[in-house]
């Protein structure tokens, strides 16, 4: 009995030790990677990692897309690579890049948030009490809410990622409604980075004719009204959405 008792209670211990070992690797990685986006030229980097990718031909989507995966997880802003998506390789192809990769990072962070750093990102996510509501939500109505939370960015882009295993929304509900929320501010940086063009990359910016530049324009103040427009309808739902949780338990 009491060698059975001992065997259980060394399991035990060493899968607590598990429990924490996890996330203290999880948070170390973190406050690594913000102290060097703090003090290191990330941003340089990120350029020239464009720079490089513009030469490596067919291949190019699919290195920027894997960079976009690990910055999304590693809480990386990625509206350069999307703006560099633009430029390199126009609305079109740079859409459907950034959209694949974006979904891909995010469905990553989600699983490390459910699966491997859930008390990490609970303590994190305790600083925003609105969560607590977007989360009542999600248990009713699911993938509305993450889609309405990516239409209508309330919570940082990255940590909102994490938090969302903490929800009971299903992976599949998850990834389908991020994949849409996510389209439309999307679309719109990566047609704004291809409307910088090379500015976007550091370079120099080449000559555009007069009816070129017009169309641009119109394209782009298109795609801020649409953008806006999605964004304020789905904040007011939202708001609604997360109320109504309240209001039942009233």
């Given amino acids: 009995m009491n060698a059975r008792h001992s065997a259980t209670s060394t399991r035990a211990a060493r899968g607590r030790k598990r ?17 060097a986006s703090r003090f290191l030229p990330v941003t340089d980097w990120m350029n020239r990692f464009l720079l490089w990718v513009r030469g490596i031909g067919i291949w190019g ?11 999304t997880v590693l809480f990386v802003p990625g509206f350069i690579l999307t703006l560099g998506a633009g430029a390199l390789f126009g609305v079109v192809i740079g ?25 990490t990102v609970a303590a994190h996510i305790a600083r925003y009490p609105a969560f607590n509501s977007i989360d009542k939500a999600v248990a009713q109505d699911g993938w509305k809410i993450v889609g309405l939370v990516r239409l209508s960015p309330v919570f940082p882009y990255n940590l909102i ?6 929800t009971h929304v299903s992976l599949r509900d998850y990834v389908f409604a991020s994949a849409v929320g996510m389209l439309p501010a999307t679309v719109l940086y990566v047609f704004i980075g291809a409307l910088l063009g090379d500015a976007a990359l550091g370079g120099a910016q080449r000559e555009r004719g007069t009816a070129e530049w017009v169309l641009y324009a119109l394209g782009l103040v298109a795609t801020i009204a649409v953008s806006v427009y999605i964004a304020r ?18």
């Fill in 95 to 119: 859409s459907i890049t950034v959209s694949i990769s974006s979904t891909l990072g995010a469905t990553a962070a989600f699983l490390i948030g459910r699966y491997v750093a859930r008390e």
């Fill in 233 to 250: 309808v789905a904040r007011r739902a939202l708001k609604s959405a997360i109320a109504s949780p309240d209001d039942d338990d009233e």
């Fill in 61 to 71: 989507p699919i290195a920027l897309g894997a960079a976009y995966i690990v910055a």
């Fill in 19 to 35: 429990d924490w070992i996890r996330p203290l690797v999880f948070v170390l990685l973190v406050v690594a990677l913000a102290v």
């Fill in 161 to 166: 990622n994490y938090a969302f295993g903490l």
